[in-house]
């Protein structure tokens, strides 16, 4: 006897028929869900705070972000980086424009010059959604949200980490959920 797993969170459209056009596995599908699931929470929290930032492209960017694992599957179970910039060749051949196809390429290298707002977003919620906290990453968010509301740097740190606090305390049933999920198809 098999029992149903819990319902993972939608996607953005645009995103979910991305990932149906290249058969994306089950294990890759429920692994965006639940950062793009993490992202929205983050992305609430800063736009409530006062950061100026594109939520639609954060949301599109979480829920793809690594869509490349299709070409390097076992990146799926394993360590490894290749699906980053075959993740944004593969968004730019599906005609993906370059400012959303870059969170595929950028969401592991967010200390990089330039990096916007969005994509510390979505490389946070690519962290907090299995607790994990990366000071530095985390501390370029708290920058932003800093210079954004005017805050001390301190107030800002601790409200962020509120956040974190809590949406790590889900952490469990998220990993659980996405394990759950097979990291192959019968196709793939």
């Known amino acids: 006897m098999t029992t149903a797993l819990p319902p993972l969170p939608p996607l953005p459209t645009e995103a979910a028929e991305l990932l149906r056009a290249v058969d994306a596995p089950p294990r890759l599908v429920a692994h965006l869900a639940l950062v793009h699931q993490v992202a929205e929470q983050i992305a609430g929290f800063c736009a409530a705070e006062g950061l100026a930032f594109d939520r639609e492209a954060v949301r599109f960017g979480a829920a793809t972000h690594d869509i490349g694992k299709v070409l390097h599957l076992e990146e799926l179970s394993g360590p490894g980086s290749a699906h980053e910039p075959a993740g944004h060749a593969l968004l730019l051949a599906h005609g993906v424009a370059e400012p959303l196809a870059r969170f595929a390429r950028s969401h592991a290298s967010w200390g990089e010059p330039g990096t916007t707002s969005e994509e510390l977003l979505v490389s946070l919620a690519d962290k907090a959604w299995k607790n994990g906290r990366v000071r530095d990453l985390e501390d370029l968010v708290v920058d932003r949200l800093a210079e954004a509301t005017g805050r001390e740097r301190w ?15 889900d952490a469990p049933r998220r990993l659980a959920l996405q ?10």
């Open 155 to 169: 107030e800002a740190f601790l409200a962020l980490d509120d956040l974190l606090t809590t949406i790590g305390e």
């Open 179 to 188: 394990a759950a999920h097979p990291v192959r198809t019968g196709r793939n």
